[in-house]
């Protein structure tokens, strides 16, 4: 199953007329995705007065199964509990992040938040993904 996931998250990345959209989280949107971040230990980059955290969500529907959804840090994948995925759900469909069809059965979504802060400067935390039209 990791591997699957793996292999689809390196499928959807590969679409070269895709153009980048991001967009920022409202207040409760940004309480979630640092619960997400706190729970799963979500590697803090520092670089400098600047910190950084990122990851991806990736939902995966494969035929009349329930949605799969995931949390990547890069060199980690976790799956998501229900309690988790919801919110996510209606996060996904406010900023309209579109699927790919993988093939004939199977659906994939899949968006990077990053949360980043330099200085004294509050973090701010968007949401990004690739618009496939």
Known sequence: MKS????????????????????SLT???TQLVVELANNYQVPLKVSGP?????FDIIDSVKGFNPAVWSLNTGNMTY???ESEAT???YLFDR????????NSFTQ???????????GFN??????SFDDLE
């Open 108 to 118: 994939v979504s899949r968006a990077t938040v990053t949360g980043s802060s330099c």
């Open 50 to 54: 600047c910190n950084k955290v990122e």
């Open 87 to 89: 919110p996510l759900v």
């Open 27 to 29: 207040s409760e949107e």
């Open 4 to 23: 699957m996931i793996i292999f689809l998250i390196a499928f959807v990345s590969f679409n070269v007329s895709a153009k980048a959209v991001s967009k």
């Open 95 to 102: 900023v309209e992040v579109p699927s790919v069809l993988i």
């Open 79 to 81: 799956l998501l509990e």
């Open 122 to 127: 509050p973090y701010k935390w968007t949401i």
